[in-house]
T-cell receptor
Framework: QQQVKQSPQSLIVQKGGISIINCAYE??????FPWYQQFPGKGPALLIA?????SEKKEGRFTISFNKSAKQFSLHIMDSQPGDSATYFC???????????FGTGTRLKVLA | DGGITQSPKYLFRKEGQNVTLSCEQN?????MYWYRQDPGQGLRLIYY???????QKGDIAEGYSVSREKKESFPLTVTSAQKNPTAFYLC????????????FGPGTRLTVL
């Protein structure tokens, strides 16, 4: 019940295309859902995050869609660029628990 | 220059040796975390600390130890009891505010020879 399932494991997209990464969770107590971007040999950096009181959040080319009833959330990268090539992690946490549950990551490659 | 520093960036250890990884922050954050990252397994929580002089085990604490004597520092010791220590180790902090956002350091890659 504490797992966050992330898919796909890897993704190849053409430049200018839309990249979509999905995550699903079971624990309905989760109330914070961040996405992190990680380049090889670097620490993850927060990309965008959402709480379940909204169904969508957009920051530039990055959008989180959240479906509370289905217990799913996804990251959409519009107009994907080669510089977006990285590993993306979703996560979930309960407010105040100080603990994240991470998905297993998606390695994105954007072809020039 | 604010942020989280981890040292060293690369670390090599012989089997049977203990080794300590450093994590320092000047963000004035209360909470600090240690994660281990292996290929295809995401990030797994080793230990976390919400306040000075207090810490809790995460999901994979066996073979590791920590201390939190200062707010700014949260060193991780990988002991000889850790059977497969080769991995990328990440330190993170959070301020415990409503956002619960965790910020990560640059990581230390540990290789056991």
């Amino acid at each position: 019940q504490q797992q966050v399932k992330q898919s796909p494991q890897s993704l190849i997209v053409q430049k200018g295309g839309i990249s979509i990464i999905n995550c699903a969770y079971e624990n309905t107590a989760f109330d914070y859902f961040p996405w992190y971007q990680q380049f090889p040999g670097k620490g993850p950096a927060l990309l965008i995050a959402i709480r379940p009181d909204v169904s969508e959040k957009k920051e530039g080319r990055f959008t989180i869609s959240f479906n509370k009833s289905a217990k799913q959330f996804s990251l959409h990268i519009m107009d994907s660029q080669p510089g977006d090539s990285a590993t993306y992690f979703c996560a979930a946490s309960n407010k105040g628990t100080y603990k994240y549950i991470f998905g297993t990551g998606t390695r994105l490659k954007v072809l020039a | 220059d604010g942020g989280i520093t981890q040292s060293p960036k690369y670390l090599f250890r012989k089997e049977g040796q203990n080794v300590t990884l450093s994590c320092e922050q000047n963000l004035n954050h209360d909470a600090m975390y240690w994660y281990r990252q292996d290929p295809g397994q995401g990030l797994r929580l080793i230990y976390y600390s919400q306040i000075v002089n207090d810490f809790q085990k995460g999901d994979i604490a066996e073979g590791y130890s920590v201390s939190r004597e200062k707010k700014e520092s949260f060193p991780l010791t990988v002991t000889s009891a850790q059977k497969n220590p080769t991995a990328f180790y990440l330190c993170a902090t959070s301020d415990g505010s409503n956002t619960d956002t965790q910020y990560f350091g640059p990581g230390t890659r540990l290789t056991v020879l």
